[in-house]
């Protein structure tokens, strides 16, 4: 066949990934071998035991998050009343915040998520208690 190549049964093909089917390329001297060996993680398991790991809220890289026991949450706990509450729940979404006062009484304010790891709660006058981000 003019044009074709022909492949022998020798041909040593590149194994393909799963699930995406694409080539996996070969291992050279700078390809990472385990995943401590990557640039963006931690050097060693030591202290990660039942951790996972998300990309950051940059996504440039990646960070370690324990488990909870289903979808994450943040308790921020207001002692001295304040206005504006600024609230770093660190958790990669833009949670819904329940505010309560120290007796659990809802309490309505301003809500603004500044992005998905950071939200500011402004009331009208100083208030302390909770919020909860879920």
């Known amino acids: 066949m003019s044009g074709s190549k022909v492949f022998g049964s020798s041909y040593d093909f590149p194994p393909l990934s799963y699930p995406s089917g694409k080539p996996m390329l070969p291992k050279s001297a700078e390809t990472p071998v385990a995943f401590t060996d990557l640039s963006d993680v931690f050097a060693s398991y030591v202290g990660h035991s039942g951790k996972y790991v998300i990309v950051?809220?940059?996504?440039?890289?990646?960070?370690?998050t324990a488990v909870g026991g289903g979808d994450l949450y943040y308790l921020k706990t207001v002692s001295v009343a304040a206005s504006p509450w600024n609230i770093a729940h660190l958790l990669g979404k833009y949670p819904s915040i329940v505010l309560m006062d120290t007796s659990f009484q809802i309490m309505e304010a301003e809500i603004v998520h500044t992005d998905i790891n950071n939200a500011v709660v402004t009331f009208a006058t100083n208030q302390d208690g909770y919020a909860i981000c879920n």
């Not at 950051?56 to 370690?64: K, M, R, V």
């Open 56 to 64: 950051n809220a940059t996504e440039d890289g990646l960070t370690i």
